[in-house]
């Protein structure tokens, strides 16, 4: 039990899977409450929406993201609780992009909270069954010019400064996995996957041990592929997917990391003591 | 998909010829056509940037708009081709790092142009200078053929880039190039490999097939072993290896590949 958990937390968010069972079924309107803050709350994490950026107006934004203003109004306020949207009232008023003084770390463990475990575990075996396929079809249709581009990624990933950077040149590294695979669904469905994965992964790669591990499993799935090693580069690639998004399941229920990486201990104890709002309800 | 290229062609125009000589023929004429869309665009960008050039002045994202009438045009005009634009070479223009006047042909058919984020500080695909399409021009000074590969830059479509350097008083400054979709090359060429005795497949210098006939070696896969590039780099004669006949295209950097026998 998560000391700051609600009953409605865990079933909350319907995930996109259950999307096309939710057609026909009373619009869940907490669900798109869910998605519009996540959607929000990821693009102002990202970088993508700037520090004191005017967000469209309300009947505005809600024709573009396709909600009702009451929708709209819901997850503006849960940004709010969040400290990443400030609304001033009168002339020159309007929604503001704000990046509160928390650590972006802190940030993103409440956004985290946003997931349920059991979203989390579903989003890493979707990413997993990706990964895997395409590392093994890599691993048959490879020559070496295809692993070019892998091969920079992974130097980069290991040199870079910052988890944003870092989530990015993760996320590519999986985009040219696919690539290599001369799979162009397979890259479309990796591309898709980094909307939700790329806020979420900059938590596990703020840790330079993490990166580290992370950085040689890549090498190896490259070392795998080269070799022709197919069934093997699965694995690893597989591997490598499952420890990440277990290190974040790990941090959504506040407990300890696992024994390989003990240092994640400290950082779910800070999890667990930032109380009801540290959720983006 | 399934849009047709008018490509597929008149089919007793080749019922005459010899059919290996129809699939070099028609693999030549296939992206020859392309390679005039790339060099009309590089005409155009040539004298534009000759233009915007000179007296302390430089071009700018702005003047590139002038290529668009006829980036439209070929698009209209080649079905074919997917996508056609110019790269800049990055400090080419003098308002932004870099830029790709790229437009190109959606699944519903309108042309739009691609809006790519070109900040490092946002995206990890900013830096668009590794990719083959850029390379080969500018290393070999030569047009090129990129692919078969998966474009998750531009499309996210499975294809080939035919590419040619742009210069400006004997530098480098970018690439002109224009996509072809995969599905679509097949459609062009399938039916005069269907034509010949046996299975057949047409692979790139790295041994990548493009197009095939042969369930065995389909669209994608590699065939590994001969050295394509030597064949490729050599007289256009027929080469036999490992229960293999090789015959280069053309001048163009596809192999025709059969079975011996």
Known sequence: ?281 | MGRSTGLAGPTGAVADTDPVDAVVGRVRDTLEEVFAAVAETGTDTGALLAGATGAGRGPAVADLTALRPGLHARLAAHPLVSGVGFVAAPGLLTDVPGWLEWWQRGPDGAVRPLLLDLDPEHSAYSDYTHWDWYTLPRETGRRAVAGPYVDYLCSDEYGLTLSAPVTLGGRFVGVTAADVYLRHFEAAVLPVLQRLPAPARLVNARGRVAASTDPAHLAGSLTRGPDFAAVLAGPPAEHRTAGLRLLPCGDTPLVLVMADG
């Open chain 1, 1 to 281: 039990m998560r000391p700051n958990g609600r009953p409605d937390e865990a079933g909350g968010a319907a995930g996109t899977g259950a999307a096309r069972r939710a057609v026909f079924t009373p619009v869940d309107t907490r669900a798109r409450v869910d998605t519009v803050v996540r959607r929000i709350g990821d693009a102002i994490e990202l970088g993508l929406l700037a520090d004191g950026e005017q967000l469209p107006g309300e009947t505005e934004l809600a024709g573009q993201l396709g909600v009702s203003t009451v929708t709209l109004r819901e997850a503006l306020m849960a940004l709010r609780q969040q400290g990443l949207v400030t609304t001033r009232r009168g002339r020159g008023g309007g929604s503001f992009v704000t990046l509160p003084d928390d650590p972006p770390q802190e940030r993103l463990r409440a956004r985290l909270a946003g997931w349920s475990t059991e979203e989390l575990r579903d989003l890493g075996d979707h990413w997993a069954a990706v990964s895997g396929a395409a590392a093994l079809l890599a691993a048959r249709r490879t020559q070496p010019g295809d692993l070019r581009p892998l091969i920079r990624t992974v130097e980069e990933l290991s040199a870079a400064g910052d988890p944003a950077t870092r989530s990015r040149l993760y996320g590519r590294f999986h985009v040219e996995l696919a690539a290599a695979a001369q799979s162009a669904r397979l890259t479309r469905e990796e591309i898709a996957l980094q909307t939700d994965l790329g806020a979420l992964l900059c938590l596990v790669l703020d840790d330079p041990v993490h990166l580290g591990n992370v950085s040689d499993r890549h090498r190896a799935v490259i070392s795998a592929v080269q070799d022709e090693a197919d069934e093997r580069a699965r694995t690893l690639a597989e591997t490598c997917v499952r420890e990440s998004v277990g290190r974040l399941i790990a941090l959504r229920l506040g407990t300890p990391g696992r024994a390989t990486e003990p240092e994640e201990d400290t950082h779910g104890q800070e999890h667990r003591a930032r109380g009801p709002h540290g959720g983006r309800r």
